[in-house]
């Protein structure tokens, strides 16, 4: 498995540990289940890797590597299956470098979304096509995916209806005496100071309201790290310059989203994919409505759940009530039936693993159908517009010695010169160009 954030890693190793585990016509394997971390702006730091909770990989043993790296490993190891948990653009460089590869026997190749998919639908997918699997985390996606891949004249064929590899944990139950309200944050929505630190009021006034309830602000990350979006304006920052201070009943919270959802009584969010851990565990989920229902946000997605609201409502008591019918086409399986959603992707997976011999990978985005975009995707993994290292990027890793520590030095200085960059230098240069 090969993830390039903490969202993605936690979505690859689980959806592995998904396909490879459970009910199946196939006969029973020993698994044993790899993970890398392809090198970027959003690697995951240690501490990221351990709130993300246990997903069957030893993290000791999980390595960064480059795109080139990578496809080294592939080559030698000898997989049976890659789940790719990345971005679309390193999903389509990896699948035209497995492709160059040009291996007798390559692996099932296995990709999706980790979560709701309400922005770049096209541009995502085409950039995933040409794996063997392309999971879908519900019925409402799978049929949006193959209108996307059938209407450009793409193989549709390898869309696979699933769910949310991550859904689980006890049905809420009330307790007597807590009232616990849970805000969960996204890195990137809203994206604005003026929206984010109306959010951060608005949750912080709920506090003063109700002080016997506990309110919750449950962030993604620490200032300067990444997440698999990039978060300008950190609500920790916020939180320090807001006026007033905070209330007793009111805390910023880190750690992994199921165990917190296991003391929550309501889950409010803008468009976070939290809100479809919440609904899984039957949780009374809120939708914000307060900045609009808008395709930049994402809350769009929710039309029809019965979720949106305001904090206005919220303040006065209320709690949405999910529409039924949208949630059996939202992969949130309330009713039970979470555990067999895999059987049909394992099912599929076996059959690709039982193959004599797998046909080449074929991506939609080629040297001919997108000569203007596909170089580019390549290159900024090191490959060629063919699929093959670009001269020089094979060279192998130093991993020990001098050079392998001053080059993880530099690596590290630079990683957190962009954090600095993009957090404090970026948004001040943006509010001078807007005087």
Do not use: C
């Not at 809120?286 to 904090?311: C, K, M, P, Q, Y």
């Amino acid at each position: 498995m090969l993830a390039d954030s903490d969202t993605r890693w936690k979505w690859g190793a689980l959806t592995a540990r998904r396909l490879t585990t459970g009910a199946s016509s196939g006969p029973v394997r020993r698994t044993d289940i790899s993970g890398l971390l392809l090198r970027g702006r959003a690697t995951p730091t240690p501490r990221q890797l351990a709130e993300v909770g246990d997903v069957g990989i030893d993290t000791d043993r999980v390595r960064e590597v480059t795109a080139v790296e990578f496809l080294h490993t592939v080559r030698d190891e000898g997989y049976d299956v890659v789940v790719l948990a990345l971005v679309g653009g390193a999903v389509q460089a990896m699948l035209h470098g497995l492709a160059a590869l040009q291996l007798p026997a390559r692996p099932v190749v296995v990709t999706g979304y980790v979560g709701v998919v309400y922005e770049k639908l096209a541009d995502g997918l085409l950039l995933r096509h040409g794996a063997d699997v392309v999971l879908a985390n519900s019925r409402h996606d799978a049929e949006r995916f193959r209108a996307v891949y059938e209407g450009v004249g793409a193989d549709a064929s390898a869309v696979t209806e699933a769910a949310l590899p991550f859904l689980g944990g006890a049905p809420h139950r009330p307790q007597k005496g807590r009232d616990t309200v849970v805000f969960a944050a996204q890195p990137s929505v809203p994206a604005s100071r003026a929206d984010r630190t109306y959010l951060l009021r608005r949750l912080v006034e709920h506090a003063r309201l109700h002080p016997d309830r506990e309110v919750l602000l449950k962030l993604r990350s620490k200032p300067g790290e990444h997440t698999t979006h990039i978060e300008e304006l950190p609500y920790q920052r916020l939180a320090e310059r807001l006026p007033g201070g905070l209330p007793p009943n009111f805390r910023l919270v880190y750690g992994h989203m199921g165990e917190v959802l296991d003391r929550t009584d309501l889950l409010v969010t803008v468009s976070s994919t939290a809100a479809l851990e919440s609904l899984h565990r039957r949780i009374p989920t809120a939708i914000l409505s307060d900045l609009g229902v808008r395709e930049a946000l994402g809350n769009h997605h929710f039309i029809g759940s019965g979720l949106l609201t305001s904090w206005d409502h919220l303040d006065g008591g209320h709690r949405p009530e999910p529409d039924s019918e949208w949630l059996a086409g939202q992969g949130v399986a309330a009713d039970g039936t979470y555990a067999t959603a895999y059987d049909h992707a394992r099912a599929r997976v076996d059959a690709l693993l039982a193959t004599a011999r797998l046909p080449d990978l074929a991506p939609y985005y080629t040297s001919a159908t997108a000569p203007g975009y596909l170089p580019g995707i390549l290159a900024r993994h090191h490959l060629a517009p063919d699929g093959h290292p670009l001269p020089g990027a094979a060279a192998p890793r130093e991993t020990g010695g001098v050079r392998g520590a001053v080059r993880d030095a530099v690596r590290e200085a630079a990683r957190g010169a962009y954090r600095q960059g993009v957090q404090r230098v970026a948004p001040v240069i943006r509010r001078m160009g807007e005087l």
